[in-house]
């Protein structure tokens, strides 16, 4: 496993597997998050660490479990961890935590993919260190009940970050005072993902992006009925298992493995973001794509709606091809409508852009650390 620290400021490479006392006397926060190799590097949640000063992000990369001895282990971790998908590299994250606070600190953890790396850190005499403990947590409703191991251990955390209010009634139900949830909705890098700077040319492309809870049975329904309009593109790019059920099909490109630049590139080519989805709660295609100017297409389904609202996007009924397939042609037939959904679309990003959800979660942080404060007078 690769064992890092970032700064807010940027990386500060490998760490030695020390705190330095100095060091830790400057850090408010400490942000710990583990994520896959494949991520892409503008637009996941770890971004938003580069906007909240006197933080320091602890960092581990997601790796394959190798061997018998390291499967039994995740096996073991996996039975008494918050979260059903703790893995090694989340184990480590909170090693190194531990060390922090043996070593000084004294502030506010924030596990940024809670439902990832949250597993036994709340079990620590947290209040001796003097310390509080925030969790952000993206799962859809229908899959926190899955991923909790411990639901009645939430209430350890000072604060829950949520990414959209349908998680809301989950947290509430297992008994998380109300006090103590946040939605704060994700970010954006709105200086990487911009409009084009010229107008584009060629046919009217839809561009679906993305794996996770998509619907691709509707995708495939919206390309059939949509295959008689010759000058409509659907571009798909997913991972290759996904698009091989669409080759022969004449209206589609599809492609996968793109750099962060080609998907960029692919977004600022296309005329709308066409979106196909069981659930979401945030959603980076939609993120990615409202920061390009792209009138967003998609069904109203899970928080799509407090991302991309009525001037932005047309939210269809869910599982309804024929509404979706209306809704791009009434795109496709005015230009005018495309255009200003799309000036929309960019101020909408622009709103969400990391600089403002930094201000907006360091705010939470400061209201978890003054009633802290207030607990101890």
């Known amino acids: 496993m690769n064992s890092e620290i970032d700064e807010s400021v940027g990386r500060a490479?490998?760490?030695?597997?020390?705190?330095?006392?100095?060091?830790?006397?400057?850090?408010?926060?400490?942000?710990?998050?583990?994520?896959?190799?494949?991520?892409?590097?503008?637009?996941?949640?770890?971004?938003?660490?580069?906007?909240?000063?006197?933080?320091?992000?602890?960092?581990?990369?997601?790796?394959?479990?190798?061997?018998?001895?390291?499967?039994?282990?995740?096996?073991?971790?996996?039975?008494?961890?918050?979260?059903?998908?703790y893995r090694l590299a989340s184990l480590k994250l909170e090693y190194r935590t531990w060390q922090a606070m043996q070593?000084?600190?004294?502030?506010?953890?924030?596990?940024?993919?809670?439902?990832?790396?949250?597993?036994?850190?709340?079990?620590?005499?947290?209040?001796?260190?003097?310390t509080a403990l925030c969790g952000t947590f993206h799962s859809p409703p229908d899959t926190l009940p899955e991923v909790?191991?411990?639901p009645k251990r939430l209430k350890n955390f000072a604060a829950v970050i949520l990414m959209s209010e349908v998680q809301r009634p989950y947290f509430e139900s297992v008994g998380v005072p109300s006090d103590r949830i946040h939605v704060v909705h994700h970010g954006i890098d709105c200086e990487f993902f911009t409009p084009s700077r010229t107008d584009r040319q060629g046919p009217f492309t839809a561009i679906f992006v993305g794996n996770y809870r998509r619907n691709f049975?509707?995708?495939?329904?919206?390309?059939?009925?949509?295959?008689?309009?010759?000058?409509?593109?659907?571009?798909?790019?997913a991972p290759k298992s996904r698009i091989a059920g669409f080759a022969g099909r004449k209206n589609v490109r599809a492609s996968s493995g793109l750099s962060d630049v080609e998907?960029?590139?692919?977004?600022?080519?296309?005329?709308?973001l066409l979106l196909t989805l069981e659930t979401a709660t945030a959603n980076n295609a939609i993120l990615e794509a409202l920061a390009c100017g792209l009138p967003i297409v998609a069904e109203d389904?899970?928080?799509?709606?407090?991302?991309?609202?009525?001037?932005?996007?047309?939210?269809?009924?869910?599982?309804?091809?024929?509404?979706?397939?209306?809704?791009?042609?009434?795109?496709?037939?005015?230009?005018?409508?495309?255009?200003?959904?799309?000036?929309?679309?960019?101020?909408?990003?622009?709103?969400?852009?990391?600089s403002i959800v930094g201000k907006r979660t360091v705010a939470v942080y400061e209201e978890v650390l003054a009633k802290r404060i207030d607990g101890r007078s």
């Open 13 to 85: 490479g490998v760490d030695s597997g020390r705190w330095s006392a100095t060091r830790l006397r400057s850090l408010k926060y400490l942000l710990l998050a583990s994520d896959e190799s494949v991520q892409g590097g503008f637009s996941g949640y770890t971004r938003l660490s580069k906007h909240i000063p006197e933080s320091q992000l602890v960092h581990e990369t997601r790796t394959n479990t190798r061997g018998i001895g390291e499967r039994t282990l995740e096996k073991m971790l996996d039975t008494f961890s918050g979260s059903s998908w």
């Open 103 to 130: 070593a000084g600190f004294s502030g506010l953890i924030h596990l940024m993919w809670a439902e990832r790396d949250w597993g036994f850190i709340d079990q620590l005499p947290i209040d001796r260190w003097n």
């Open 148 to 150: 909790v191991n411990a």
């Open 217 to 237: 049975d509707l995708l495939a329904r919206v390309c059939g009925l949509l295959e008689p309009h010759e000058d409509i593109e659907i571009r798909i790019i």
């Open 263 to 272: 998907l960029r590139d692919a977004y600022q080519e296309s005329s709308c």
């Open 301 to 354: 389904v899970g928080g799509v709606g407090e991302y991309a609202g009525p001037s932005s996007a047309i939210l269809c009924q869910p599982g309804s091809a024929e509404e979706i397939v209306g809704a791009i042609l009434r795109l496709y037939k005015d230009a005018d409508m495309r255009r200003r959904m799309g000036d929309a679309a960019r101020a909408r990003a622009e709103s969400l852009n990391w």
